[in-house]
């Protein structure tokens, strides 16, 4: 296990003894694919930079507007384009989401049979997803925990989901963690993000506002994502998916 000791903070029971080692905190939320267009195409650094700071404050001060903000920016389409990950899980894997937020895909893959432990920032986040897993009769294995210092050893896991993540996705340190932590043969599930496909004014608008602050899927972007992938010591594949009104991005990467 990599990285110095650090403190830890569980949102809800302690994980198992084989597994939990380490814990702290991480990222923030913006987009990372804007985020990586950012680096390969001409944006607007003062959208952008508002931006950072609104998703900042809607994952944590604001937490409880989020799915209401989300299923707007979607057409409430949000916890659908997150669940295409779910194609992508093997049945019996061993599970580590990254960045589990209000927790419906938690959630999801609980219900269908998976036994995933999460990991996110925000206590903010901890608390909701906790909650509402609890709710719902479903483990809440989650805790804060630090990209950098994963607390767990080598090939936990069998699978890594993370939804609409950081740039944090494309840092080499995040990355060695994230391969560290995965079994050989393991695969990594990523939804960068989607493209809404719908002709109607409200749909235009927002692709509009997608193309202008870079949180759309440019040309050259999925490159862009596999060099950084290989670089890790990743194998990179992109599937696209369908919902009524969008596109959705799923990279799956393996170990």
């Known amino acids: 296990m990599g990285g110095s000791r650090v403190r830890w903070r569980c949102h809800d029971t302690p994980l198992p003894a084989s597994v939990l080692r380490l814990r702290s905190s991480v990222f923030g939320r913006p987009s990372a694919v804007g985020r990586l267009a950012t680096a390969t195409h001409a944006t607007l650094p003062a959208v952008n930079d508002f931006l950072r700071a609104g998703f900042a404050l809607l994952y944590t001060r604001f937490a409880g507007l989020y799915d209401l903000i989300a299923r707007l920016v ?5 916890q659908q384009w997150g669940e295409m990950a779910l194609t ?8 580590l989401e990254v960045g589990h937020g209000p927790g419906h895909l938690h959630a999801r893959m609980g219900a269908l049979g998976h036994a995933p432990i999460g990991i996110d920032q925000s206590a903010q986040m901890g608390r909701r997803a906790k909650r509402m897993l609890i709710t719902r009769g479903l483990s809440a294995r989650l805790a804060r925990a630090d990209v950098l210092r994963l607390p767990f050893p080598d090939a936990a896991f069998d699978c890594i989901v993370s939804t609409f993540p950081t740039d944090f996705i494309f840092q080499p340190g995040p990355l060695a963690e994230l391969h560290r932590v995965l079994a050989p043969g393991g695969r990594m599930v990523v939804v960068p993000g989607a493209r809404l496909i719908g002709n109607d004014p409200l749909a235009r608008l927002l692709r509009l506002a997608y193309r202008l602050t870079g949180q759309r899927d440019e040309a050259g972007i999925a490159e862009a994502a596999r060099a950084r992938f290989e670089a890790a010591g990743f194998r990179f594949w992109q599937r696209h998916m369908g919902t009524p009104r969008a596109a959705v991005t799923v990279w799956v990467l393996r170990r």
């Open 74 to 78: 979607s057409f409430g389409e949000w």
């Open 88 to 95: 992508f899980i093997p049945d019996d894997a061993r599970v």
